[in-house]
């Protein structure tokens, strides 16, 4: 007996000592590894140009239409090995359910959810309960590095699913919203990287040439891409509120380069009346519509480059958010779709 206590006296310091170390090492490795995404980061902004964004096979879809919920829901019925979820409102109830049966067909299901809704605080607590008693990993996000978790992600296997809309049902039926859905290799090992880092509660740097993701390089890229203007602009826009955006577009209207953004209509969000009169008042062309609800967020310039995400034209979005978008080569024919749909959104004012 006597032996066995010098034995744990002698071994024991020696296990703290090394467990100790390891963890040491570890958080060292870890900051550097941080350290050397940021600098990567800094470095790919300061070379950053549109010439940089590259091509991507990708399919965009539009809402208001279910078949948009159809098709997700069943991405997550056929998925055999992960689904990862972050989002800002998830109140869907078919996407909840396939997410629960997911994991009881033994797929790694992850869900991080905003706490805290602008507006509707706790609006998230009914499915983060769900999800939690049927055995599904779901987390909040870390309040700490983010003012919100605005993000709205999908990664389902090897697709990756990036939109302008929540998990709600008013996404899918009544709201004006895009759909990125891709699978490029590079973007959706990044994507994946960002969101565990995030559930974790961790700080990352990662992106791509096409990928926006705030509060890394979303000002940065997005303020690039409307300077690269030469033709025209037109923007969907929730809302909108940023000095240095609306500067970029009054120099470019100078330049005799017309835009044309369709908002939300006041009476859906009431913070537009200012903002509106703003972009008025510097000859933008802005239009509003009721009917769909205007909730996406995107770009068209030149007919060339376009940005589809969950960043709003807004300080807070583009500067303390969690947010993610993507910048993509437009085609003739999705030019051509976006054109007409955006036409039909906000249609010009005929006097």
């Given at each position: 007996?006597?032996?066995?206590?010098?034995?744990?006296?002698?071994?024991?310091?020696?296990?703290?000592?090394?467990?100790?170390?390891?963890?040491?090492?570890?958080?060292?490795?870890?900051?550097?590894?941080?350290?050397?995404?940021?600098?990567?980061?800094?470095?790919?902004?300061?070379?950053?140009?549109?010439?940089?964004?590259?091509?991507?096979?990708?399919?965009?879809?539009?809402?208001?239409?279910?078949?948009?919920?159809?098709?997700?829901?069943?991405?997550?019925?056929?998925?055999?090995?992960?689904?990862?979820?972050e989002v800002y409102i998830f109140t869907e109830k078919r996407i909840l359910q396939a997410l629960k049966d997911a994991k009881k067909r033994w797929v790694d299901v992850r869900v991080v959810l905003e706490k805290n809704v602008f507006g509707a605080t706790g609006i998230n607590s009914k499915t983060f309960k769900e999800l939690q008693n049927a055995g599904v990993s779901v987390?909040?996000?870390?309040?700490?590095?983010?003012?919100?978790?605005?993000?709205?992600?999908?990664?389902?296997?090897?697709?990756?699913?990036?939109?302008?809309?929540?998990?709600?049902?008013?996404?899918?039926?009544?709201?004006?919203?895009?759909?990125?859905?891709?699978?490029?290799?590079?973007?959706?090992?990044?994507?994946?990287?960002?969101?565990?880092?995030?559930?974790?509660?961790?700080?990352?740097?990662?992106?791509?040439?096409?990928?926006?993701?705030?509060?890394?390089?979303?000002?940065?890229?997005?303020?690039?891409?409307?300077?690269?203007?030469?033709?025209?602009?037109?923007?969907?826009?929730?809302?909108?509120?940023?000095?240095?955006?609306?500067?970029?577009?009054?120099?470019?209207?100078?330049?005799?380069?017309?835009?044309?953004?369709?908002?939300?209509?006041?009476?859906?969000?009431?913070?537009?009346?200012?903002?509106?009169?703003?972009?008025?008042?510097?000859?933008?062309?802005?239009?509003?519509?009721?009917?769909?609800?205007?909730?996406?967020?995107?770009?068209?310039?030149?007919?060339?480059?376009?940005?589809?995400?969950?960043?709003?034209?807004?300080?807070?979005?583009?500067?303390?958010?969690?947010?993610?978008?993507?910048?993509?080569?437009?085609?003739?024919?999705?030019?051509?779709?976006?054109?007409?749909?955006?036409?039909?959104?906000?249609?010009?004012?005929?006097?």
């Amino acid at each position: 007996m006597f032996c066995k206590k010098i034995l744990f006296l002698v071994l024991f310091p020696v296990f703290l000592f090394t467990s100790c170390t390891n963890e040491y090492w570890q958080f060292h490795e870890q900051k550097q590894t941080l350290k050397t995404e940021k600098q990567k980061t800094i470095e790919s902004l300061q070379d950053f140009s549109v010439e940089k964004i590259e091509s991507r096979d990708i399919e965009i879809l539009a809402t208001p239409d279910k078949k948009v919920l159809d098709r997700i829901v069943s991405m997550i019925e056929e998925s055999e090995k992960q689904v990862f979820v972050e989002v800002y409102i998830f109140t869907e109830k078919r996407i909840l359910q396939a997410l629960k049966d997911a994991k009881k067909r033994w797929v790694d299901v992850r869900v991080v959810l905003e706490k805290n809704v602008f507006g509707a605080t706790g609006i998230n607590s009914k499915t983060f309960k769900e999800l939690q008693n049927a055995g599904v990993s779901v987390t909040y996000d870390n309040s700490k590095l983010y003012n919100f978790v605005h993000t709205k992600l999908l990664l389902i296997d090897d697709t990756y699913i990036i939109t302008t809309g929540n998990l709600s049902y008013s996404s899918f039926t009544t709201n004006r919203e895009f759909y990125i859905i891709g699978r490029n290799p590079t973007d959706l090992q990044t994507l994946q990287n960002i969101f565990l880092a995030d559930f974790e509660g961790k700080q990352t740097f990662e992106s791509t040439p096409n990928l926006v993701i705030s509060p890394i390089n979303s000002r940065k890229k997005i303020e690039i891409l409307l300077t690269s203007a030469k033709k025209d602009i037109f923007l969907y826009a929730e809302n909108f509120w940023d000095e240095s955006i609306l500067n970029i577009l009054s120099q470019k209207v100078t330049d005799g380069i017309p835009i044309t953004i369709c908002m939300a209509d006041p009476t859906k969000v009431s913070s537009n009346t200012k903002a509106i009169a703003l972009l008025k008042s510097r000859w933008i062309d802005v239009r509003t519509s009721k009917k769909p609800m205007i909730h996406a967020k995107r770009a068209l310039i030149d007919d060339i480059y376009s940005y589809i995400g969950s960043e709003n034209f807004s300080t807070n979005s583009l500067d303390e958010n969690r947010e993610i978008g993507i910048l993509t080569k437009s085609s003739p024919d999705t030019s051509k779709t976006f054109h007409t749909l955006f036409e039909s959104d906000c249609p010009k004012i005929t006097k």
